[in-house]
T-cell receptor
Framework: KAGVTQTPRYLIKTRGQQVTLSCSPI?????VSWYQQTPGQGLQFLFE???????NKGNFPGRFSGRQFSNSRSEMNVSTLELGDSALYLC?????????????FGEGSRLTVL | AQRVTQPEKLLSVFKGAPVELKCNYS??????LFWYVQYSRQRLQLLLR??SRESIKGFTADLNKGETSFHLKKPFAQEEDSAMYYC?????????????FGGGTRLMVKP
């Protein structure tokens, strides 16, 4: 079974631009979560989607948004990029409705903002 | 607010020595706790969860609600245990997968 796939793996943007990151969960998984990982703040929860609905949201500004499609694939968008948005963005999927805490992570999308 | 603290950024031990990776949490309710591990050039993956009370790769972790701790232990470290370890807390059981992670501890097992 294929693992969680994230695209693109690496990207460079400049301040003020926007970026869209994509995540394909493991087949059959309906929950997709996003995390931001930085050396200073560690792993921080962004949001979680289940059946196309945002189920949980972390403490990030409104510039960070996401969505989930009917095939469970998810995208996150960051608008008006700031230098501090440089990070590894990790997507994780899990089976479904009941939380087990078992997340399957992708390799991440490394965003550099210049 | 929920918080997870891993006081050691780096822990270095010799092969065969006991290992204890510390994790303390802050949460007002009844938490679910997990240990995740990331081996070199691999993805972050679940190692164990407190609710299943199992031993994985020789590691165990006991939830101590009195001390609000969930330390990870292994009696005899192996070189292949070298990795980054993250303690994580889920404060809302059954309400979705929202984990709060600690800062991580890098374990180095020397030959």
């Amino acid at each position: 079974k294929a693992g969680v796939t994230q695209t693109p793996r690496y990207l460079i943007k400049t301040r003020g631009q926007q970026v869209t990151l994509s995540c394909s969960p493991i087949s059959g998984h309906r929950s997709v979560s996003w995390y931001q990982q930085t050396p200073g703040q560690g792993l921080q929860f962004l949001f979680e989607y289940f059946s196309e609905t945002q189920r949980n949201k972390g403490n990030f500004p409104g510039r960070f948004s996401g969505r989930q499609f009917s095939n469970s694939r998810s995208e996150m968008n960051v608008s008006t990029l700031e230098l501090g948005d440089s990070a590894l963005y990790l997507c994780a999927s899990s089976l479904g409705q009941v939380s087990t805490g078992e997340l399957f992570f992708g390799e991440g999308s490394r965003l550099t903002v210049l | 607010a929920q918080r997870v603290t891993q006081p050691e950024k780096l822990l270095s031990v010799f092969k065969g020595a006991p290992v204890e990776l510390k994790c303390n949490y802050s949460y007002s309710g009844s938490p679910e706790l997990f240990w995740y591990v990331q081996y070199s050039r691999q993805r972050l993956q679940l190692l164990l969860r407190h609710i299943s009370r199992e031993s994985i790769k020789g590691f165990t972790a006991d939830l101590n609600k009195g001390e609000t701790s969930f330390h990870l232990k292994k009696p005899f470290a192996q070189e292949e245990d070298s990795a980054m370890y993250y303690c994580a807390l889920s404060g809302r059981v059954g309400a979705g997968n929202m984990l709060t992670f600690g800062g991580g501890t890098r374990l180095m097992v020397k030959p």
